[in-house]
């Protein structure tokens, strides 16, 4: 029971003591893959960004700060009302100039058009997705022509919450992901393992290709 009911914060984060402290180590935790997956998606001045399920708002905070141009654009989707609040706090003076963009929405539904993002990256978020296959194929149709997306994860943590069933279902592997990717119509996705000075991660790479 425990396990399910973490597995749900994690994914979900609600405004509670449990939220809370979900929050909290979210912030802690992804401090690391935070940072390289918006330095591993190359974003250029201006360019427009997604990140998925952005939940505190640690990585949108960093890739603002690559968009030097008046024309780089930063958007954020998080499924948690709570995780939406809390990112529009951290992120309220670049939310009232217009650099970003924060929608409280499903990955599977995102209010956005047709080939209009160029990078799209996100940490700990994809095995949370109910629809593997649905959640793709909605990045697939907002990504520009030759558009690049960039996850990251610790793959021995996630295994190991996965073996104490916090994680739901087989989701989690990354081999379901990545075969959910080319099902939608991305290329050249491959996984690598990263280095940041004593961390080991994982980051997948997927290009677009319309």
């Known amino acids: 029971m425990w396990a399910e009911k973490v597995g749900k914060q994690l994914g979900h984060p609600t405004r509670?003591?449990?939220g809370w402290?979900?929050?909290k180590f979210l912030t802690l935790s992804n401090h690391v893959l935070e940072e390289n997956a918006v330095q591993l998606c190359g974003i250029?001045?201006?360019?427009t960004v997604l990140e998925v399920g952005h939940g505190p708002g640690l990585g949108l905070q960093s890739a603002a700060k690559l968009l030097?141009?008046?024309s780089g654009r930063l958007i954020g989707v998080d499924y948690s009302e709570y995780m939406h609040q809390v990112a529009s706090e951290r992120l309220k003076e670049l939310l009232a100039r217009g650099k970003v963009t924060l929608h409280h929405c499903d990955v599977a539904a995102m209010p956005l058009v047709d080939s209009t993002v160029d990078k799209v990256f996100h940490c700990n978020c994809y095995y949370f997705w109910p629809d593997l296959k649905k959640g793709a194929s909605e990045l697939h149709r907002v990504m520009k022509p030759g558009g690049l997306m960039v996850t990251t994860l610790r793959l021995s943590n996630i295994a190991t919450l996965a073996a104490k069933r916090v994680m739901p279902g087989e989701n989690w592997?990354?081999?379901a992901y990545m075969a959910a990717l080319r099902d939608s119509g991305f290329t050249d996705v491959k996984m690598e393992?990263?280095?940041h000075k004593h961390n080991t991660f994982q980051a997948?790479?997927?290009t677009v290709s319309k």
């Open 21 to 23: 402290l979900v929050s």
């Open 16 to 18: 509670s003591a449990a």
């Open 204 to 206: 997948i790479y997927a």
């Open 193 to 195: 393992d990263k280095r």
């Open 68 to 70: 030097t141009e008046p």
């Open 173 to 175: 592997r990354p081999e």
């Open 44 to 47: 250029q001045p201006g360019d």
